[in-house]
């Protein structure tokens, strides 16, 4: 069976940090683009950010997130990482990833399977 599924979300403070993973059962991440993205409650899901199969990683600066959120892949665990940093309450969201076979776009249209979401909270 084909899936992705993320992990590491939870509550946290102003000024923590989480991890996402996002891991594949049955398929390769290596042979996809890779995005995150979030939505939160009454918004459009916005892209986050992504990596393309040769690892070149892109942050869209329209989710606010620069220099706080950082994307990486290990390729031996297939598993894609959005390390967060200086969470603001204003960084809740369900966060996703998905996967396209094209190199980064911004658009949610580009990806084509995305996985269940894993919810984060920040506040005090």
């Known amino acids: 069976q084909v899936q992705l599924v993320e992990s590491g979300g939870g509550l946290v403070q102003p000024g923590g940090s989480l991890r996402l993973s996002c891991e594949a059962s049955g398929f390769r991440l290596d042979y996809y683009t890779i995005g995150w993205f979030r939505q939160a409650p009454g918004k459009e899901r916005e892209a986050i950010s992504c990596i393309t199969r040769g690892d070149e990683a892109t942050l869209y600066t329209d989710a606010a997130v620069k220099g706080r959120f950082t994307i990486s892949r290990d390729h031996a665990k297939n598993t894609v990482y959005l390390q967060m940093n200086s969470l603001k309450p204003e960084d809740t969201a369900v966060y996703y990833c998905?996967?396209?076979?094209?190199?980064?776009?911004?658009?949610?249209?580009?990806?084509?399977?995305w996985g269940q979401g894993t919810q984060v909270t920040v506040s005090s």
């Open positions: 998905a996967t396209s076979v094209y190199l980064c776009r911004e658009s949610v249209e580009s990806f084509g399977s």
